[in-house]
T-cell receptor
Framework: KQEVTQIPAALSVPEGENLVLNCSFT??????LQWFRQDPGKGLTSLLL?????REQTSGRLNASLDKSSGRSTLYIAASQPGDSATYLC????????????FGRGTSLIVHP | NAGVMQNPRHLVRRRGQEARLRCSPM?????VYWYRQLPEEGLKFMVY????????ESGMPKERFSAEFPKEGPSILRIQQVVRGDSAAYFC???????????FGPGTRLLVL
C-alpha cells in the first residue's frame, strides 16, 4: 500500500527566502506525482504534475523534482512571497492500479512580510 | 468553462439528520471522485463514479454513506444519520478519463452538531 509523507508539517519563513518542501513515497512504481496548493477553506489547485519518466517540472518560481529510485520529490519555491502562504499537498498515482492518487498530509506554509 | 462546482459550500446538520452533497463536474468530464479531508489529515479517497456506475467505492464506509452519478444532473454524496465524526471537508474532483488529471471543486464543509 502506497504511503506518502510530507516534511515538514509546518513552515514559517520571512519573505524572500527560498524554500524546499519534501514528499516521500513508499512504492516507487508510480505513474505520476502531483503537487497541489490548498488555501484555507478552499479547494485544491494543481501546481505541477511530473510523469514517472520525467525528472522535474517548472512553473514560474516553482520547481518540482522527482527521484523514483529513492521515493522522493521536492517542491522548490524561489523568492517566497506572503501570497505563497497555503498548504501544499503531494499526491502520488501508482502504476498499474486504479487511477486514485494517494495524498500526503501536506505542509502548511506561512510566509510573513 | 466553469470549474467543478460543489454545493452547498457549508452544511450544518444535527446528529441523526441526513446530509446531501452535490457535485457538478467540469463540462465534458464524465468521471467523478469524492474525497474526505478530516482535520489535520490528508485527503482520503471515498468513491469513484462514472455516469450511472460506481467504479470503485473501496474508500467509502459500508454503512450510512452512498453515492450516485445519474445520467442527468450532479453527482450526489449522501450521508444518512450523521454523527459528529462525519464532520469534515468533502471534496469532489472530475476528469475526462481515468488517465487524465483530476480537477477539484471548492469542497463542502460539513459540521455535525
Amino acid at each position: 500500500k502506497q504511503e506518502v509523507t510530507q516534511i515538514p508539517a509546518a513552515l514559517s519563513v520571512p519573505e524572500g527566502e527560498n524554500l524546499v518542501l519534501n514528499c516521500s513515497f513508499t512504492d516507487s512504481a508510480i505513474y505520476n506525482l502531483q503537487w497541489f496548493r490548498q488555501d484555507p477553506g478552499k479547494g485544491l489547485t494543481s501546481l505541477l504534475l511530473i510523469q514517472s519518466s520525467q525528472r522535474e517540472q517548472t512553473s514560474g518560481r516553482l520547481n518540482a523534482s522527482l527521484d523514483k529510485s529513492s521515493g522522493r520529490s521536492t517542491l522548490y519555491i524561489a523568492a517566497s512571497q506572503p501570497g505563497d502562504s497555503a498548504t501544499y499537498l503531494c499526491a502520488v498515482l501508482v502504476s498499474g492500479g486504479s487511477y486514485i492518487p494517494t495524498f500526503g498530509r501536506g505542509t502548511s506554509l506561512i510566509v510573513h512580510p | 468553462n466553469a470549474g467543478v462546482m460543489q454545493n452547498p459550500r457549508h452544511l450544518v446538520r444535527r446528529r441523526g439528520q441526513e446530509a446531501r452533497l452535490r457535485c457538478s463536474p467540469m463540462k465534458g468530464h464524465s468521471h467523478v471522485y469524492w474525497y474526505r479531508q478530516l482535520p489535520e489529515e490528508g485527503l482520503k479517497f471515498m468513491v469513484y463514479l462514472q455516469k450511472e456506475n460506481i467504479i470503485d467505492e473501496s474508500g467509502m464506509p459500508k454503512e450510512r454513506f452512498s453515492a450516485e452519478f445519474p445520467k442527468e444532473g450532479p453527482s450526489i454524496l449522501r450521508i444518512q444519520q450523521v454523527v459528529r465524526g462525519d464532520s469534515a471537508a468533502y471534496f469532489c474532483a472530475s476528469s475526462k478519463s481515468e488517465e487524465e488529471t483530476q480537477y477539484f471543486g471548492p469542497g463542502t464543509r460539513l459540521l455535525v452538531l
